[in-house]
């Protein structure tokens, strides 16, 4: 997996039959899950797409074959400067932001500790837009868990247990 430096998180707002608030993770590949593609001519086409689609959590454009890739899960992430991706926003009132069960963020490894709860992961990271929470044990033991602040994504991957959160609006 190559790693992937988002410098900017991009809030967009779209207007059209679907209106939704687009997170864009510039230069960023993300394998896996399509179950849906068609050609666009921008970004746009697959955020309103994904919106439409209760399934959807992700999608990537393809700037090159202008293709939009329509995705229910999330593999892992590569660094390709043809593509950019998307998430769906998180349908929580007053949460503007992308939370993903089952994903793990990597970003800055200098600001990841232990933590009792993914709550508490939450509020240690405010200062940061993204955390990701992973519990370390599989045997159902109530320990800590792993905690990772940051705000550049280097990738995105499945890893079953783990919460990852993006909030552009902090930070």
Same mark, same amino acid.
């Given at each position: 997996?190559?790693?992937?430096s988002?410098?900017?998180?991009?809030?967009?707002?779209v207007?059209?039959?679907?209106?939704?608030?687009?997170?864009?993770?510039?230069?960023?590949?993300?394998?896996?899950?399509?179950?849906?593609?068609?050609?666009?001519?921008e970004?746009?086409?697959?955020?309103?797409?994904?919106?439409?689609s209760?399934c959807?959590?992700?999608?990537?454009?393809?700037?090159?074959?202008?293709r939009?890739?329509?995705k229910? *899960?999330? !593999?892992?992430?590569? #660094? $390709?400067y043809t593509?950019? +991706? @998307?998430?769906?926003?998180t349908?929580?009132?007053?949460?503007?932001?992308?939370?993903?069960k089952?994903?793990?963020?990597?970003?800055?490894?200098s600001?990841?500790?232990?933590?009792?709860?993914e709550?508490?992961?939450?509020?240690?990271?405010?200062?940061?837009?993204?955390? *990701?929470? !992973?519990p370390?044990? #599989? $045997?159902?033991e109530?320990? +800590? @868990?792993?905690?990772?602040?940051?705000m550049?994504?280097k990738?995105?991957?499945?890893?079953?247990?783990?919460t990852?959160?993006?909030?552009?609006?902090?930070?």
């Open positions: 997996m190559v790693a992937t988002v410098v900017v998180l991009l809030l967009m707002q207007s059209g039959a679907a209106v939704q608030s687009c997170l864009f993770l510039p230069n960023v590949h993300l394998v896996g899950g399509t179950v849906d593609e068609f050609p666009a001519n970004i746009t086409a697959c955020c309103v797409a994904c919106s439409n209760p959807c959590i992700a999608y990537t454009f393809d700037s090159v074959r202008k939009c890739f329509i229910t *899960s999330i !593999g892992h992430s590569l #660094e $390709d593509m950019t +991706s @998307g998430l769906k926003q349908s929580r009132k007053g949460f503007l932001g992308v939370t993903l089952n994903t793990k963020i990597v970003g800055d490894n600001n990841r500790l232990q933590l009792r709860s709550e508490e992961c939450r509020q240690y990271c405010q200062a940061y837009q993204v955390f *990701s929470y !992973g370390q044990n #599989e $045997d159902g109530p320990r +800590s @868990g792993e905690c990772a602040c940051t550049r994504i990738s995105i991957s499945y890893h079953y247990g783990s990852a959160e993006i909030n552009p609006s902090q930070g």
